[in-house]
């Protein structure tokens, strides 16, 4: 909703053009607009009728008018306005350039928000002899059931405004961690001793639903210790936190993940443990049979990631079981201990984990996983809610503390952020409220963590502001790439600049990011000053007609854009200039309850 409200408090004629567009394309325009639109150079075919025109058929209209049509003519103007910011004034696109121009936003074409704009685009590739250019026609087509989370991808309102620079900036984290040669693939588990060393792979999902990978990251892996946290997650949402955790404690153990070790209540002494886990599993639908169970896990991770991939190694399973000594030891002395519920069956418990550490992932479907936690459990990609906030909540507290091995305390002491290692090489990165990652490679240190995972975490944090505690005042200064570094006065340079050089493209390109339209300079002059003083029709036209701005804003020695237009005998902008002054002195007194009106339509189309 906010993004479209800000529509009208930063550029009027915005929302003007919402509420009549496609009126001129159905009913034609004016003598006068007409006229305009046959000078040469004119980039006006998609645009609004004039605004008597449009006030003329507004209110020739039923007070009963049907509202469905209304939320077309507001989708269809939001069309228009995307379409040829995308384009930057040209009439047609090429798919790929569209993809592209998706891309830079951080959306895929593989998002499910997405599907009836890929369905769309690929039946007209099917349908077409020859190459496919995408017009305005197409565009609205393909585009019309997800024009909102489009609308929010080009304005930067998302998460990271700018998502192609920080981007960039992951990439050189990562071929900086990509350089650290040290550790050794796990061998305790035969099949994970099988991946390559070389293999490197990092994901990101923004809460929003911007996705970046870099490096190997389409390869299945398991994830091994990384289930933890996440079937934790689950029987937390299942059975609430109190039913959990008369089982399992909360603190860190200060020992090794397999350890045979309780704390003083003869309970495991966290989820994150070997032993915790085990006995988490044991919670999950214990009167189900063994494949109801691990289907119904199944379900949830394939819920948080999307729909993206989510398998079974059954391979890693069979080498679990065979090598996994110590885990049945741990199993027995949990059962000696009466650590599980009622009527639990250890054997089934331990052959459960085996099975949960089995799935396998990539570093695209982990990072969707780990924003699914970092937006509360709620899936970024697909809006379903997955987990309740006690459980998300739960589970990140539990990973800031304990989710590294014996490196939490010194994880949590650098790198301030939630997270869980595995053995298989992965380490799964929450940034609460911002996004979930999956980094992957094989060699580990002598704790068990993947090598170049926390070389990466540690400089993503050194680079950007994600510590818990960076935002701490007077702390150190890093990069937010939550923030926009736009600076008022450069929009404004570029603004002027816009409408000096009558780049049309780029004046609508800033009123979709919500650029104030009448901004002034130090002489407070606006571009419709600069424009008029121009003698530039095609941006005069687009700033009245489509912006709507006030056209008696005088500048430091009192003129309007009109008094610049005659002063440099621009004949044609005068004659526009006067036309809009009149109708926009008639329009004034009603636009009122049409602003109200118009903003409660968008509510609803929202």
Same mark, same amino acid.
């Given at each position: 909703?906010?993004?479209?409200?800000?529509? /009208?408090?930063?550029?009027?004629?915005?929302?003007?053009?919402?509420?009549?567009?496609?009126?001129?394309?159905?009913?034609?325009?004016?003598?006068?607009?007409?006229?305009?639109? #046959?000078?040469?150079?004119?980039?006006?075919? /998609?645009?609004?009728?004039? !605004?008597?025109?449009?006030?003329?058929?507004?209110?020739?209209?039923? !007070?009963?008018?049907?509202?469905?049509?209304?939320?077309?003519?507001?989708?269809?103007?939001?069309?228009?306005?995307?379409?040829?910011?995308?384009?930057?004034?040209?009439?047609?696109?090429?798919?790929?350039?569209?993809?592209?121009?998706?891309?830079?936003?951080?959306?895929?074409?593989?998002?499910?928000?997405?599907?009836?704009?890929?369905?769309?685009?690929?039946?007209?590739?099917?349908?077409?002899?020859?190459?496919?250019?995408?017009?305005?026609?197409?565009?609205?087509?393909?585009?019309?059931?997800?024009?909102?989370?489009?609308?929010?991808?080009?304005?930067?309102?998302? =998460?990271? !405004?700018?998502?192609?620079?920080?981007?960039?900036?992951?990439?050189?984290?990562?071929?900086?961690? #990509?350089?650290?040669?040290?550790?050794?693939?796990?061998?305790? =588990?035969?099949?994970?001793?099988?991946?390559?060393?070389?293999? /490197?792979?990092?994901?990101?999902?923004?809460?929003?639903?911007?996705?970046?990978?870099?490096?190997?990251?389409?390869? &299945?892996?398991?994830? #091994?210790?990384?289930?933890?946290?996440?079937?934790?997650?689950?029987?937390?949402?299942?059975?609430?936190?109190?039913?959990? *955790?008369?089982?399992?404690?909360?603190? !860190?153990?200060?020992?090794?993940?397999?350890?045979?070790?309780?704390?003083?209540?003869?309970?495991?002494?966290?989820?994150?443990?070997?032993?915790?886990?085990?006995?988490?599993?044991?919670?999950?639908?214990?009167?189900?049979?063994?494949?109801?169970?691990?289907?119904?896990?199944?379900?949830?991770?394939?819920?948080?990631?999307?729909?993206?991939?989510?398998?079974?190694?059954?391979?890693?399973?069979?080498?679990?079981?065979?090598?996994?000594?110590?885990?049945?030891?741990?199993?027995?002395?949990?059962?000696?201990?009466?650590?599980?519920?009622?009527?639990?069956?250890?054997?089934?418990?331990?052959?459960?984990?085996?099975?949960?550490?089995?799935?396998?992932?990539?570093?695209?479907?982990?990072?969707?996983?780990?924003?699914?936690?970092?937006?509360?459990?709620?899936?970024?990609?697909?809006?379903?809610?997955?987990?309740?906030?006690?459980?998300?909540?739960?589970?990140?507290?539990?990973?800031?503390?304990?989710?590294?091995?014996?490196?939490?305390?010194?994880?949590?002491?650098?790198?301030?952020?939630?997270?869980?290692?595995?053995?298989?090489?992965?380490?799964?990165?929450?940034?609460?409220?911002?996004?979930?990652?999956?980094?992957?490679?094989?060699?580990?240190?002598?704790?068990?963590?993947?090598?170049?995972?926390?070389?990466?975490?540690?400089?993503?944090?050194?680079?950007?502001?994600?510590?818990?505690?960076?935002?701490?005042? *007077?702390?150190?200064?890093?990069?937010? &790439?939550?923030?926009?570094?736009?600076? &008022?006065?450069?929009?404004?340079?570029?603004?002027?600049?816009?409408?000096?050089?009558?780049?049309?493209?780029?004046?609508?390109?800033?009123?979709?990011?919500?650029?104030?339209?009448?901004?002034?300079?130090?002489?407070?002059?606006?571009?419709?000053?600069?424009?008029?003083?121009?003698?530039?029709?095609?941006?005069? =036209?687009?700033?009245?007609?489509?912006?709507?701005?006030?056209? *008696?804003?005088?500048?430091?020695?009192?003129?309007?854009?009109?008094?610049?237009?005659?002063?440099?005998?621009?004949?044609?902008?005068?004659?526009?200039?006067?036309?809009?002054?009149?109708?926009?002195?008639?329009?004034?007194?009603?636009?009122?309850?049409?602003?109200?009106?118009?903003?409660?339509?968008?509510?609803?189309?929202?």
């Amino acid at each position: 909703m906010h993004c479209l409200k800000s529509l /009208w408090t930063t550029n009027p004629g915005i929302l003007q053009l919402l509420k009549n567009a496609g009126i001129s394309a159905r009913a034609g325009a004016d003598s006068v607009v007409w006229s305009r639109m #046959q000078q040469p150079g004119q980039l006006l075919s /998609w645009g609004a009728a004039s !605004p008597h025109i449009q006030r003329s058929v507004h209110h020739q209209a039923s !007070p009963n008018a049907d509202e469905g049509r209304c939320k077309n003519r507001l989708i269809s103007g939001l069309e228009d306005l995307l379409f040829y910011t995308i384009t930057e004034g040209k009439e047609t696109i090429t798919f790929s350039q569209f993809i592209s121009a998706l891309k830079k936003t951080g959306l895929l074409m593989s998002d499910p928000r997405l599907r009836d704009c890929v369905r769309l685009m690929r039946q007209a590739t099917r349908d077409s002899t020859g190459p496919i250019m995408m017009d305005q026609k197409l565009f609205r087509k393909c585009v019309g059931n997800n024009i909102i989370v489009l609308t929010q991808a080009f304005r930067k309102k998302f =998460i990271i !405004p700018d998502f192609e620079e920080f981007a960039r900036h992951i990439n050189k984290i990562y071929d900086k961690a #990509q350089q650290q040669e040290g550790g050794q693939v796990a061998n305790y =588990i035969p099949q994970l001793a099988k991946f390559s060393p070389d293999l /490197w792979g990092v994901s990101l999902c923004t809460v929003d639903g911007q996705r970046h990978s870099v490096g190997d990251t389409k390869v &299945p892996f398991c994830l #091994q210790s990384c289930v933890k946290p996440l079937e934790y997650a689950i029987a937390v949402h299942e059975l609430g936190t109190e039913r959990v *955790h008369n089982f399992v404690g909360k603190e !860190p153990s200060g020992l090794k993940f397999n350890k045979l070790s309780l704390n003083d209540e003869d309970k495991p002494h966290n989820p994150m443990v070997n032993a915790g886990a085990i006995v988490i599993s044991s919670l999950i639908k214990p009167v189900s049979n063994k494949a109801e169970r691990f289907d119904h896990v199944m379900d949830f991770l394939k819920s948080m990631a999307g729909t993206e991939y989510v398998g079974f190694s059954n391979a890693t399973f069979q080498s679990e079981k065979e090598t996994g000594d110590r885990n049945y030891a741990i199993g027995y002395y949990l059962k000696e201990k009466k650590c599980f519920p009622d009527n639990a069956d250890m054997i089934a418990a331990l052959d459960f984990y085996f099975q949960l550490c089995s799935i396998e992932v990539t570093c695209e479907s982990g990072s969707v996983m780990a924003s699914t936690l970092a937006n509360g459990g709620i899936c970024p990609i697909t809006g379903e809610r997955v987990l309740s906030a006690e459980a998300v909540r739960n589970t990140l507290s539990l990973m800031h503390s304990c989710g590294m091995y014996d490196f939490s305390g010194q994880f949590a002491f650098h790198v301030g952020l939630p997270a869980k290692s595995g053995v298989s090489g992965a380490v799964l990165l929450v940034v609460p409220n911002v996004m979930g990652m999956m980094c992957w490679s094989p060699p580990l240190d002598r704790l068990g963590n993947s090598v170049r995972g926390i070389h990466f975490c540690q400089e993503l944090v050194s680079h950007f502001n994600f510590h818990n505690y960076d935002n701490l005042r *007077h702390f150190a200064k890093k990069h937010d &790439p939550r923030r926009s570094d736009d600076d &008022p006065n450069k929009s404004v340079v570029n603004l002027m600049f816009a409408a000096y050089g009558c780049d049309v493209a780029a004046l609508r390109r800033f009123a979709l990011l919500g650029v104030n339209m009448e901004e002034t300079d130090y002489d407070s002059r606006t571009a419709l000053h600069i424009a008029a003083a121009e003698g530039h029709v095609e941006a005069v =036209i687009f700033l009245t007609e489509v912006c709507k701005v006030n056209p *008696h804003v005088k500048d430091r020695w009192g003129n309007t854009a009109l008094d610049d237009a005659m002063q440099f005998s621009h004949d044609g902008v005068v004659s526009v200039l006067q036309e809009y002054q009149r109708i926009y002195s008639d329009d004034s007194q009603s636009d009122t309850e049409e602003q109200k009106t118009t903003l409660d339509t968008l509510k609803s189309v929202v």
